[in-house]
């Protein structure tokens, strides 16, 4: 079985100000890991993914994230926001293990405030 | 790549009413999924299509919900007499089956059920 969490449903940050959206996982096999945006009335955009190797993994839009097996975390980060980030992220985990059935399990997304 | 597409973006029906979506996605995608959305929350998973073949179907997909995707092309969602828990953004996605298979989702086609 596989579950996400993100802490903090709503997070504000001053434009310019770094970027910090939470996600930890559990998964009973090595996972893939997503994180996705969503504008209003849209549908899901991809920003980065880890499969294997290199744990940070960069994404578009300047946005990056850690793997920690350790701490079962996937978090979000990007140094300097802008207006346009403002948006609702998700964090996703599937399956690795197969190339059975892919799909993704979400959890119940960050709407990322920036003020001016 | 003209990425995936669905149709009709919003809907409207009333409570009893029959409605079917459509899922057009990226061409030579084998795997097709459909998720629902519920206002607040993450998508959830309904079923998904390999080809042609509905390899899966979701606790939450009842025998009022079908999908189809005759020729492993588009693919199809059909609600039988809508209820009000109906409304909700319905997702679709693509992705060609590889060792780090990643979906694509379409914008979604928003039902409000009366």
């Known amino acids: 079985a596989q579950s996400v969490t993100q802490l903090g449903s709503h997070v504000s940050v001053s434009e310019g100000a770094l970027v910090l959206l939470r996600c930890n996982y559990s998964s009973s096999v090595p996972p893939y890991l997503f994180w996705y945006v969503q504008y209003p009335n849209q549908g899901l955009q991809l920003l980065l993914k880890y499969t294997t190797g290199a744990t940070l993994v960069k994404g578009i839009n300047g946005f990056e994230a850690e793997f920690k097996k350790s701490e079962t975390s996937f978090h979000l980060t990007k140094p300097s926001a802008h207006m346009s980030d403002a948006a609702e992220y998700f964090c996703a985990v599937s399956r690795s293990r197969d190339t059975g059935r892919r799909a993704l399990t979400f959890g119940s997304g960050t709407r990322l405030q920036v003020q001016p | 790549d003209t990425g995936v597409s669905q149709n009709p973006r919003h809907k409207i029906t009333k409570r009893g009413q029959n409605v079917t979506f459509r899922c057009d996605p990226i061409?030579?995608?084998?795997?097709l999924y459909w998720y629902r959305q519920t206002l607040g929350q993450g998508p959830e998973f309904l079923t998904y299509f390999q080809n042609e073949a509905q390899l899966e179907k979701s606790r939450l997909l009842s025998d009022r919900f079908s999908a189809e995707r005759p020729k492993g092309s588009f693919s199809t969602l059909e609600i039988q007499r809508t209820e009000q828990g109906d409304s909700a953004m319905y997702l679709c996605?693509?992705?060609?089956?590889?060792?780090?298979?990643?979906?694509?989702f379409g914008p979604g086609t928003r039902l409000l059920v009366l």
């Open positions: 996605a693509s992705s060609l089956i590889t060792s780090t298979e990643t979906q694509y």
């Open positions: 061409s030579e995608h084998n795997r």
